[in-house]
């Protein structure tokens, strides 16, 4: 059902009183409601799995992974409430005997309210209407109105009727989460400009992320809006690692690339080395198993489409060399794995060479030498991850490489690839810029919930009125800050 | 010594260079560093506090108090350092069993890039040049440039000249810290602009925090903007309360509002009360005060004039008389006391009202009863703080009101007044927007330091590669997340 302009300030009105029936329910409220939420996507038959086949293309057996991945999503991020994580309770006990008196300060966090979520079309379970970013703003108390993703109505229909009978299950109120079709950009926009809306989740292409970004900087208040954008997430190849192993990790690369049809976040699509024999006989490698992957749909024609128009736009640069097609034929909707290469020169004049071509394509910087590699590390934008195939020995050598790596990428990988993001506390998954518009935030992870809260002091507050996990004798039984010593 | 744009761009690229080798310096030599900070303003002899007298018209009093609270601020922000309070570290163990195998994953903080500080008139010492944005952003690892105030020009020069001695015996490098007088607006732009930036910090008027904002929302790559921005800060009169004590807290009421003649963000600008002998009584009491508050010079005239053109403002709105005025009349670049009052109606329906007049002001809003008390809380703006002059038994039936209180304000209060903010953990000082631009953050607090940090994870890192705070064996010896428990 698409909606009317009415019809989205009907759904946001409702979100406003949610808001703050949400925030006298208490925690453990909360936390039986995302179980619940877990418990109804968990029961959901065959019919969730096929809809989302015929829908994105992907695989069976991957989206029965992912079903798993969102049930846990929903599951960790609510024992991470249960534990008080992203509350970071505090107390600073009076002090009436200084002058002047030292008042009993306090200290939680609450959410910020209304959260408009735009989801991912790579992931229709874990990053679309019951995904990440949606567990993580009910998690911190926030309502959420769900902006459809169009490329699969239909499963995420399925998913956010499970979500709506877990919301009367636990007693929420209806306006808790709201799944809305916008058939207009305009429509869409409301959904960040309203001034009830309190924060934005995104998570897509860095044209989509920024068009919200620019809309949430025109509203008078301003709001955060959490826009992961996708990245090249380059691949430092250095000597002593590439020495050894040039074989085995051009099979591992090819893998990680071609993973999904190359269609992650975190797809390794740049790959930095220093020209000699050994990189020519891991691209040996490498191309051997290019050649062999089978071409296959991508989630629709339209993101097939773009990926042989930007992977055309790429290689027609200047320096740009094609090492290696999938030698079967691609069909309409199909993407056929793809390496190109340039040299390290070519690559530092031309920003072009930097743009995401989403899907199975690489692109093999060939540099002259080590501080070669280092100039083409500092040119890079903001990513996701980045990865070193090294030895401890060169990692020992690389001091000045690594810490250049580490101010331009969230998250920072030794001798792995960075696709299959783990969902857990250490997970950082965001970046600088332009990888996500805010790289203070994970959207991966129970620390996602941060991005939906903001702190509340309670000063002098009688004991029997404050939150359960600022009362004296701790009822919830969470970790605390008390006069900056860590306790239960 | 006044800068131009290339003057400002080198200044710029060294805070860069600084920024990349801060990061390689490690937590230890940065503690030591703010403390060598804490101990070069403690070691400034009267004329600093002379200097400020003159520039600011502050008693010496407080501002020999103020300068404690400076130094209190390095010194316990460098202790957060050393507990790794802001750093959040936490580790995800490996488990090579699963399918497919899970990787060992650990995130710390790290510091944003470099930041821009713009201080505030009102504290020339701990929310200036050396104030808590400069120690929290120092204790990031971030690199700071400050745009010298205009009202305190050479006590911001005593203030930089001592960081910079620091920086100088600590060994850090020299554009870890600058200091910069701006002529123009243009100038002052450059340095929230500029690609090298990665935050701002700014303490001041509503007008001055936005243009800034506007300035960020022009740059290619989001930033945050720190902006804290005083509020009117509104005390809710209860009843129960009213009747017992109505007199003793007209006289705390009437100290809090004209403690610094008024020049505080939290001064509670703002009493919200239900009409009646008992608020009538409260008024006569807070009359009397007001009357006797001698009027006292301003921060400047520029800000004493806006005072009294502000204050015209207010009371020239439909509804509202004023009540009293400080008897002896104010000279030029003084402020006096005023109490005015305004019907619950009239404040509804009039948004005038609430604009911060700053300095010793207040305007009573007499509501009819309980529910309309509820209507003028559901109507402000985001505030820092709002305060609850109450009994128990007024707080047991006050449900509604305090949910209402809760979602409009950073800091809730209990008998007690909002001014002298605390520096603590537990301390709270900003809300929701138009209080501050980022309700996501604290100004004053040790957790400021958050402000300028971003998320890193390490991915199967070797032990020996790893900082310190994520090395196996602790050598910080600090609290840390392993697979999600906390421990040492």
């Given at each position: 059902m698409n909606i009317s302009k009415e019809g989205i300030e009907n759904i946001l009105q409702k979100a406003q009183e949610a808001f703050v029936a949400i925030g006298k329910f208490g925690l453990k409220k909360r936390v039986t409601f995302m179980r619940n939420v877990a418990a109804e996507i968990e029961a959901l038959g065959p019919e969730l799995i096929t809809t989302a086949q015929q829908e994105s293309h992907l695989p069976e057996g991957r989206l029965v992974g992912e079903k798993g991945r969102t049930i846990f999503q929903w599951r960790s991020y609510a024992d991470a409430v249960e534990r008080g994580d992203s509350l970071d309770a505090s107390i600073d006990t009076a002090n009436t005997e200084r002058t002047p008196p030292k008042p009993d300060i306090r200290k939680t966090n609450v959410g910020l309210g209304p959260v408009t979520v735009f989801g991912a079309?790579?992931?229709?379970f874990a990053f679309s209407t019951a995904g990440g970013d949606t567990a993580s703003a009910i998690a911190a108390g926030c309502p959420v109105i769900v902006k459809a993703h169009p490329g699969h109505p239909k499963t995420s229909q399925i998913m956010a009727d499970a979500i709506s009978r877990a919301v009367e299950k636990s007693g929420f109120?209806?306006?808790t989460f709201s799944h809305v079709y916008c058939e207009t950009n305009e429509e869409a926009q409301l959904l960040v400009s309203d001034?009830?809306?309190k924060a934005v989740g995104f998570t897509g292409s860095y044209r989509g992320g920024m068009a919200l970004v620019e809309v949430a900087n025109k509203r008078k208040e301003p709001i955060p809006v959490y826009a992961?954008?996708?990245?090249?997430n380059p691949v430092f190849l250095l000597p002593g690692k590439l020495k050894t192993s040039a074989g085995e990790l051009a099979k591992q690369y090819a893998g990680s690339l071609t993973?999904?049809?190359?269609?992650?976040?975190?797809?390794?699509?740049l790959l930095i080395g220093t020209d000699g024999e050994d990189l020519d006989g891991f691209i040996e490698v490498l191309n051997e198993e290019i050649k062999k992957a089978a071409p296959a749909y991508m989630l629709h024609t339209g993101i097939a489409k773009a990926y042989t128009e930007n992977r055309q736009k790429l290689v027609s640069q200047s320096g740009v060399d094609i090492?290696?097609?999938?030698?079967?034929e691609a069909e309409e909707g199909q993407g056929a794995a793809t390496v190109a290469s340039v040299s390290g020169i070519d690559f530092l004049i031309?920003?072009?060479?930097?743009?995401?071509?989403?899907?199975p394509f690489a692109l093999i910087v060939k540099c002259k030498n080590a501080d070669e590699v280092i100039a083409v590390a500092s040119k890079?934008?903001?990513?996701l991850t980045a990865t070193l195939l090294a030895t401890n020995e060169d990692l020992a050598e690389s001091e000045e490489l690594v810490s250049v790596i580490q101010n331009i990428c969230g998250r920072i990988i030794f001798?792995?690839?960075?696709?299959?993001?783990e969902v857990c506390?250490?997970?950082?998954?965001g970046g600088p810029f332009p990888s996500s518009s805010?790289?203070?935030?994970?959207?991966?992870?129970?620390?996602?919930?941060?991005?939906?809260v903001r702190p509340l002091s309670f000063q002098n507050w009688p004991d029997e009125f404050l939150p359960d996990e600022l009362k004296n004798d701790n009822p919830l039984n969470i970790w605390r800050t008390v006069d900056n010593e860590l306790t239960k």
């Open positions: 079309s790579n992931f229709p109120p209806e306006g001034p009830i809306i992961e954008m996708g990245s090249i993973l999904g049809v190359g269609q992650f976040c975190t797809n390794p699509g090492l290696a097609v999938a030698t079967v031309n920003n072009a060479l930097q743009e995401e071509v989403f899907g890079l934008h903001g990513q001798n792995n690839f960075p696709t299959g993001v506390k250490s997970m950082h998954h805010n790289s203070q935030y994970t959207s991966v992870g129970a620390d996602s919930i941060r991005r939906f």
